[in-house]
């Protein structure tokens, strides 16, 4: 991502939390430029609410409940930023964001809807918005709606479906409604993903690749798993992905993780955080129904519909 982004942004500060020491102190070896490094410790001791919530929820859980604090925490320690975005690790840019600021114009707060594909759309109890590309300005409007949904998450931020919440993301479904300012960001290149992929057109133009109309800004690369043995596994569990649009968008992707990890290596030979064992024999047979219901869904999309009334049925 950090590559992608001094590829096609003219001018960017990435600021990374890490939280464990390996992490910290691998980035700061690399001294990358515009890239600032700051601890899960740091951040804990400007925010004591958050410190108090860590015995109380899993690593995944933590990192969501961290989100909101940490973007706090940066518009806290450095004044002269006025506007913040907080993305995803496992995003690829392809083009400069500057477009998707353009429709954000004067807005003081920036969600990306999931844009649920129709084969997909039962995934919607997910949330209408991923925390993915979340902005907010430093305004009244964009600082209100951060602090609401940090105080939220520090109350509640759990990896289940509970009483209208998931983790750190359903928090954001009524925010057009609750927040004055909210920009719902439109643009189909800003948060293509392998929930909605198959709706959209792909086709590479010089050195873009355009999604419908537009160029493609961003890629979600949703449940990507890095292979500490063979190759990794890309291949997002639940989606199907064809392979014209592997080549435009995984392909890529497969290359600069590769880069990635070689430019670690040259600092922390024998780094291997985040690279996992083959899964077990249940993961992938579970693997391969996903995938029957993936070509189910494409040859005969009536079935999606009879599994929603069947499952409606029995819990009658």
């Known amino acids: 991502m950090?590559?992608?982004?001094?590829?096609?942004?003219?001018?960017?500060?990435?600021?990374?939390?890490?939280?464990?020491?390996?992490?910290?102190?691998?980035?700061?070896?690399?001294?990358l430029p515009n890239l600032v490094v700051i601890s899960v410790g740091?951040?804990?001791?400007?925010?004591?609410?958050?410190?108090?919530?860590?015995?109380?929820?899993?690593?995944?859980?933590?990192?969501?409940?961290?989100?909101?604090?940490?973007v706090k925490y940066v518009l806290?320690?450095?004044?002269?930023?006025?506007?913040?975005?907080?993305?995803?690790?496992?995003?690829?840019?392809?083009?400069?964001?500057?477009?998707?600021?353009?429709?954000?114009?004067?807005?003081?707060?920036?969600?990306t809807p999931h844009r649920f594909s129709p084969e997909y759309s039962d995934h919607r109890i997910n949330g209408i918005y991923c925390v993915q590309w979340v902005m907010f300005r430093?305004?009244?409007?964009?600082?209100?709606?951060?602090?609401?949904?940090?105080?939220?998450?520090?109350?509640?931020?759990?990896?289940?479906l509970e009483d209208g919440k998931l983790g750190d993301q359903k928090y954001l479904d009524d925010w057009p409604k609750r927040f004055?300012?909210?920009?719902?960001?439109?643009?189909?290149?800003?948060?293509l993903a392998p929930w909605n992929i198959s709706q959209y057109k792909l086709r590479q133009l010089g050195e873009n690749v355009i999604v419908d109309d537009v160029p493609l800004v961003f890629f979600h690369y949703h449940r990507y798993s890095l292979s500490r043995t063979g190759p990794d596994r890309w291949r997002p569990p639940g989606y199907a992905i064809t392979p014209s649009q592997y080549e435009l968008?995984?392909?890529?992707?497969?290359?600069?993780?590769?880069r990635a990890k070689r430019k670690v290596w040259s600092v922390a030979p024998g780094?291997?955080?985040?690279?996992?064992?083959?899964?077990?024999?249940?993961?992938?047979?579970?693997?391969?129904?996903?995938?029957?219901?993936?070509?189910?869904?494409?040859?005969?999309p009536w079935?999606?519909?009879?599994?929603?009334?069947?499952?409606?049925?029995?819990?009658?």
Not at 4 to 29: G, I, N, W, Y
Not at 180 to 191: A, S
Not at 249 to 254: D, K, L, M, N
Request: overall charge negative; aromatic content about 10%.
């Open 2 to 31: 950090y590559e992608s982004m001094q590829r096609h942004c003219a001018s960017f500060t990435l600021t990374a939390c890490c939280f464990d020491k390996p992490v910290q102190e691998t980035l700061e070896k690399l001294q």
């Open 42 to 70: 740091e951040l804990e001791r400007s925010d004591p609410e958050l410190a108090s919530t860590k015995a109380d929820r899993t690593p995944v859980e933590y990192c969501w409940t961290a989100t909101a604090p940490l």
């Open 76 to 111: 806290a320690s450095r004044p002269e930023v006025n506007t913040i975005t907080y993305i995803d690790a496992d995003l690829l840019f392809f083009a400069d964001p500057d477009i998707l600021f353009e429709e954000i114009g004067e807005d003081s707060i920036c969600i």
């Open 138 to 160: 430093r305004d009244e409007r964009g600082l209100e709606a951060l602090e609401w949904w940090r105080q939220k998450c520090i109350e509640w931020c759990y990896y289940r």
């Open 180 to 191: 004055r300012g909210v920009c719902e960001l439109n643009n189909p290149g800003g948060g």
């Open 249 to 258: 968008i995984y392909s890529p992707y497969q290359e600069a993780l590769e």
């Open 271 to 300: 780094f291997d955080a985040g690279l996992a064992e083959p899964p077990p024999l249940r993961t992938r047979t579970r693997v391969r129904l996903l995938r029957g219901r993936q070509w189910l869904a494409r040859t005969a």
């Open 303 to 316: 079935t999606v519909t009879v599994r929603r009334l069947i499952g409606r049925k029995m819990n009658q």
